[in-house]
């Protein structure tokens, strides 16, 4: 007979219903329900109250804590997760330093990690034995830098401002920006902000003193709006473009007017029912898609409720790979089993791409995770 179980920890520990006496596959999830990166970690969490009860066919149960955008409650919560709730896997963190702070406790308790963040740091080099145990869902940033670089490029932009983030996940877009600008765009200019800012006018008069053609803003949730709204206000009327960062509700709605027009590269499942029949992802999208949208509303879809759900089937992929071995789930040795069938995973449609992961590319993507997208009549839409 099913049952139901709800706990609490941290915040809100959510564990679904199992189905059977039989052992279950057990996933911890940190996500960011509260605090900076809350405007993320809602919509991942949103993504996960869709997930089936069951992983490679077999009971499923889910465990689910918020960290509160703070890095040190989420290695908190992972050692819970893998001491306490003796997890098969985890899924998240949201933001990239608390996925960097976690891998510790991956490589010590030899748990696999699906993160949430995007840059690739969180995953490279995969020569470091920590990163052996983590895979991550977002697409890496050289391969959206490579997509905005080619989008200036084809609209004769020259000179380009960057204004990014004062963490690691704005160290990781200005490397991957400077590498794939090359010497086909010149870098004018270089600020950093902290999420929590309340103002950033120094910053921005000293990029519009540089007269650039475009400003990048490598930021992700509601912070990033800071800055363009900025821009604007100061009389800049260049070209914006921002990361896929930017992916949620709550920066249409903090923005509002002011973002309009701004271009930024996405995952083809936020833009799914403009895409052309022949982009490879369409069908899985648009059928995600519909499940999202029926649940939370019309244009309520984001990356990284597709990167959550992409999880969900990342993992069903690989357990039931897995499960083949006759490891079983809550052992060393499933954990293993489980991590090798993540790494090798092949041809898997998910909403945001198509994952080919290997033990050289822990996170799988190609060109097929990206297209352009451009913020019009207050919702994200595909660039045609």
Known sequence: MSRNIRRYACAVALVFPFLSAQAEIVIGVDVSTTGPAAAIGIQTNNAIRLWPATLGGEPARYVVLDDGTDVSRAVKNLRKLTSEDRVDAIVGPNTTAAALAGLDVLAETKTPMIALAASSVIVEPLSDPKRAWVFKMPQNDSLMATALVDDMKKKGLKNVAFIGFADSYGDSWWKEFNAAAGSDLKIVGEERFQRTDASVVGQVLKI??????????AGAGTPSALPQKTLLER?????????????????????????????FPTGPGVVARE?????????????????YEKQYGANTLTQFAGD??????????????????????????????LRDALENTRDLVVPNGVLNISKDNHQGFDERARVMGIVKNGRFSYAQ
Do not use: C
């Open 208 to 217: 519009i003193a540089t007269k650039p053609d475009a400003v990048l803003i």
């Open 235 to 263: 009389g800049y009327t260049g070209a914006i473009y921002q990361t896929h960062g930017i992916g949620t509700l709550e920066f249409l709605q903090v923005g509002g007017k002011d973002v309009e027009g701004t271009l």
């Open 275 to 291: 895409l052309p029949d022949s982009n490879p992802v369409k069908k899985v999208a648009v059928a995600f898609a519909d499940k």
């Open 308 to 337: 959550a759900y992409g999880a969900w089937m990342l993992l069903d992929s690989a357990v039931a790979r897995a499960l083949k071995t006759g490891a079983k789930p809550g052992t060393p040795e499933f954990r293993a089993a």
